[in-house]
C-alpha cells in the first residue's frame, strides 16, 4: 500500500514532535499521524523523525507515553518486520517460550519475510534465530518451528487436487487409521503445504472420513504442537480473527497480542480479520474492543481500524 495522496513525512514528523514536546502530550496528533497511516507512512514518518531530530521515534514515543497506548504506539513507529522480530525474540525471553507468539510468527509469515526476520534477528541479537528457535522449543513442535524457519513453505494458489488427495489420505493413514500417530507425516505435510493447499485436503479429508482435518488434528495431537498444525491451515484473516478473540474473551485481556496484531498489519488486512470476525463470532470487533480497552489506546486502536 504506497503513501496517501498530499502525504508529507516532514510535516507529520514535525506535528508528532510538537505533541510529544513540552509539559504535557497530544495524544489526538499522535492517534491521528500514526493510526491514520499505513505502514509504509509510518515508516517515512519514523525516517523523517529521526533526520530531523537524531532520535528514533519509537524511543521518543516511549519516554513520552504509557501504558498499552506507549505499546502499540511503538510498535507502530517500528517496521512490521522489525516488530514480528522482537515479538519472536520476547516469546523466547524468561523462564521458557511463550510458544503461541513463535505460532504468530512462523505459521502467518511470508518465505521471504521469514528470511528478512532472520536477517534482522541476527543482526539486533548477534545469533542466530534459527538456532535460538530451534534451542528453545521441543519434541515435535520443534520439529513443526524448525521446517518452519527454514522459509520454503509452499505459497502457491494453484492447487494439484491430486496431490491434496494423497495428501488427505497419508493424513488418515498417519492419523485416525492407525495406533498412534506418524508425526513425521503430520509434520512434513502441515508445515509445507499452503493453507489454500490444505483447504482443498481438509475438503477430501471429509469426503474421506466425514470429519475434518482440523478435527483430526485435535484427535491426534495435544498442546502447541496441535496450535501451530491447526495455525498452518488458517489464512491470516481466519488465525489472527481467532487470535483476538481469544485474547479478549473473558476476564482480563492480552494487550500484547493485541498490539502485535494492530501492528503488523495495513488497514486493509484489519478490516479483512474484522469481516472474519464478525463472520465467525457473530460479534463486532470493534465492539469487543470498546468492551475490553479504554482511553487513548482505545482509540488508537479504533483509528487503526478505519478505512
Do not use: W
Not at 510529544?20 to 491514520?36: F, K, M, P, V, Y
Not at 531530530?53 to 514515543?61: E, P
Request: hydrophobic letters at 35%.
Amino acid at each position: 500500500m504506497g503513501a496517501s495522496y498530499g502525504f508529507d513525512a516532514k510535516k507529520e514528523a514535525e506535528q508528532i514532535q510538537a505533541a510529544i514536546r513540552g509539559a504535557g502530550t497530544d495524544e489526538q496528533t499522535l492517534i491521528r499521524s500514526l493510526g491514520g497511516r499505513n505502514p509504509k507512512e509510518r515508516q517515512m514518518i519514523a525516517k523523517a523523525y529521526f533526520e530531523l531530530y537524531a532520535k528514533a521515534l519509537d524511543h521518543k514515543l516511549a519516554t513520552d507515553t504509557s501504558g498499552n497506548f506507549r505499546k502499540l504506539l511503538k510498535r507502530l513507529a517500528r517496521p512490521p518486520l522489525n516488530v514480528k522480530a522482537d515479538y519472536i525474540h520476547a516469546a523466547m525471553e524468561g523462564a521458557g517460550p511463550k510458544n503461541l507468539r513463535l505460532v504468530d510468527v512462523l505459521t502467518q509469515t511470508s518465505n521471504a519475510e521469514i528470511t528478512a526476520i532472520k536477517n534482522i534477528y541476527d543482526a539486533e541479537h548477534k545469533s542466530k534465530l534459527e538456532t535460538r528457535v530451534h534451542n528453545e522449543t521441543s519434541n515435535n513442535f520443534q520439529k513443526c518451528c524448525d521446517n518452519l524457519m527454514k522459509g520454503v513453505r509452499e505459497e502457491t494458489t494453484v492447487i494439484n487436487d491430486t496431490v491434496a488427495k494423497q495428501d488427505a489420505e497419508d493424513i488418515y493413514k498417519a492419523g485416525e487409521k492407525r495406533l498412534g500417530t506418524d508425526d513425521h507425516t503430520f509434520v512434513k505435510i502441515f508445515t509445507t503445504r499452503s493453507a489454500a493447499h490444505l483447504k482443498v485436503v481438509d475438503k477430501h479429508y471429509e469426503a474421506l472420513r466425514k470429519k475434518s482435518v482440523v478435527k483430526a488434528i485435535k484427535n491426534e495431537t495435544s498442546g502447541n504442537y496441535k496450535d501451530i498444525l491447526k495455525a498452518c491451515c488458517m489464512t491470516y484473516e481466519r488465525y489472527f480473527a481467532m487470535r483476538l478473540y481469544d485474547a479478549m474473551k473473558g476476564a482480563g485481556t492480552k494487550d500484547d497480542v493485541l498490539c502485535y496484531v494492530f501492528a503488523i498489519h495495513d488497514k486493509p488486512q484489519l478490516r479483512a480479520i474484522a469481516a472474519e470476525f464478525q463472520t465467525k463470532y457473530n460479534k463486532s470487533l470493534e465492539d469487543m474492543i470498546k468492551g475490553d480497552t479504554s482511553g487513548d489506546y482505545l482509540k488508537l486502536l479504533l483509528e487503526l481500524l478505519k478505512p
